[in-house]
């Protein structure tokens, strides 16, 4: 495969990769894809480094997306959910057989190592934890892909994501794009985020519930009725 032809490169040093693609569109890997990706990295000696800034902390229904294949980077990269909204942080997390390779004097932060910051991430853990947001996001996201994929529109093309964070595929529509729908969706009470043009991506906060994605569906096959 190409990604082994890379890594066997002697300056190879890691992979960086998001588990799930999200800004792209949300594009998910096959099944299988980042167990062998991590193989191949450790049968190379190339670090596995796992972008999780939008996929990790129950995204995608798991703590990590990379937990659905049961893999474990070598460095992991935090950022957004991380803080639960409240506090702006991110966050590398490595083994101390990386991340003593950086000797003191070698790297320097100017907020790094902030207590307030270090706080605000473990209360957020704790919610998310405590109160199974994981295993709602699971739930509620498949309510969403397959109510989607059930309705029945012309405009459509496919229906993508994992747990919470989905993304639908629209054919273009007397040249309007999904810009253009996302501008109808939000006079209709929804806010989606478009993407290349025939890409709508959809990431309701964790805390969800049935009754509300329910409703949102609704508005969101109101506004595609409207659309064409």
């Given at each position: 495969m190409a990604l082994e032809r890379e890594l066997q490169h002697s300056n190879t040093a890691g992979f960086l990769v998001e588990p799930i693609q999200a800004e792209a569109g949300v594009y998910v890997p096959g099944d299988g894809y980042l167990k062998k990706a991590a193989e191949l990295c450790k049968k190379y000696n190339v670090l596995f480094v796992a972008d999780e800034v939008q996929t990790g902390l129950c995204r995608t229904g798991k703590m990590l997306a990379c937990d659905h294949e049961g893999v474990r980077p070598d460095i992991l990269v935090l950022g957004k959910a991380i803080s639960g909204g409240m506090f702006p942080v991110s966050c590398v997390l490595a083994d101390d057989e990386i991340m003593l390779t950086i000797k003191p004097g070698e790297h320097?932060?100017?907020?790094?190592?902030?207590?307030?910051?270090?706080?605000?991430s473990i209360a957020a853990m704790n919610v998310l934890i405590d109160e199974k947001l994981a295993?709602?996001?699971?739930?509620?996201?498949?309510?969403f892909r397959d109510e989607m994929k059930a309705f029945k529109t012309p405009l459509i093309?496919?229906?993508r994501g994992k747990g919470l964070?989905?993304?639908?595929?629209?054919?273009?529509?007397?040249?309007?794009?999904?810009?253009d729908l996302c501008l109808l969706m939000?006079?209709?009470g929804i806010l989606a985020k478009p993407t290349h043009e025939h890409t709508i991506r959809f990431t309701p906060p964790l805390i969800i519930t049935e009754a509300q994605m329910r409703e949102a569906i609704g508005l969101i096959q109101k506004s595609m009725t409207e659309f064409i």
């Amino acid at each position: 495969m190409a990604l082994e032809r890379e890594l066997q490169h002697s300056n190879t040093a890691g992979f960086l990769v998001e588990p799930i693609q999200a800004e792209a569109g949300v594009y998910v890997p096959g099944d299988g894809y980042l167990k062998k990706a991590a193989e191949l990295c450790k049968k190379y000696n190339v670090l596995f480094v796992a972008d999780e800034v939008q996929t990790g902390l129950c995204r995608t229904g798991k703590m990590l997306a990379c937990d659905h294949e049961g893999v474990r980077p070598d460095i992991l990269v935090l950022g957004k959910a991380i803080s639960g909204g409240m506090f702006p942080v991110s966050c590398v997390l490595a083994d101390d057989e990386i991340m003593l390779t950086i000797k003191p004097g070698e790297h320097g932060s100017t907020y790094g190592g902030n207590p307030i910051a270090a706080k605000v991430s473990i209360a957020a853990m704790n919610v998310l934890i405590d109160e199974k947001l994981a295993e709602n996001a699971t739930r509620i996201g498949k309510i969403f892909r397959d109510e989607m994929k059930a309705f029945k529109t012309p405009l459509i093309e496919e229906v993508r994501g994992k747990g919470l964070l989905n993304a639908i595929q629209i054919k273009t529509f007397e040249g309007k794009k999904a810009w253009d729908l996302c501008l109808l969706m939000k006079e209709n009470g929804i806010l989606a985020k478009p993407t290349h043009e025939h890409t709508i991506r959809f990431t309701p906060p964790l805390i969800i519930t049935e009754a509300q994605m329910r409703e949102a569906i609704g508005l969101i096959q109101k506004s595609m009725t409207e659309f064409i």
